[in-house]
């Protein structure tokens, strides 16, 4: 059964940093596209940022600037980098893995982990 585990949230104050990570297991991780995205109380869940297989990626426009994503497919783990910190960033952050193979779409979730930005 495949997993991803999310650790690294927590309690922040405005403008401090923080760093998620995910460890996947049981899949072919490095041909996997990562993503990962958040959801805060009350809205929908929404991508954060995202890492191709060839380590290209992509964020959305609120985190741009502040937010690293990276990978290591040599220790299966997927990594999210966050500065500067807003209170709008206070969501569950969610990790996942996508992938498109043979006409079929395989999504794993972790099961989050919070992120609490106080003002």
């Known amino acids: 059964q495949v997993q991803l585990v999310e650790s690294g949230g927590g309690l922040v104050q405005a403008g401090g940093s923080l760093r998620l990570s995910c460890a996947a297991s049981?899949?072919?991780?490095?041909?996997?596209?990562l993503g990962w995205h958040r959801q805060a109380p009350g809205k929908e869940r929404e991508v954060v940022a995202i890492?191709?297989?060839?380590?290209?990626?992509n964020y959305t426009d609120s985190v741009k600037g502040r937010f690293t994503i990276s990978r290591d497919n040599a220790k299966n783990m997927v990594y999210l980098q966050m500065n500067s910190l807003k209170p709008e960033d206070t969501a569950v952050y969610y990790c996942?893995?996508?992938?498109?193979?043979?006409?079929?779409?395989?999504?794993?979730w972790g099961q989050g982990t919070r992120v609490t930005v106080s003002s």
């Open positions: 996942h893995a996508g992938l498109n193979f043979m006409g079929r779409t395989y999504n794993y």
């Open positions: 049981r899949i072919t991780f490095s041909i996997f596209e």
């Open positions: 890492i191709s297989s060839s380590g290209n990626s």
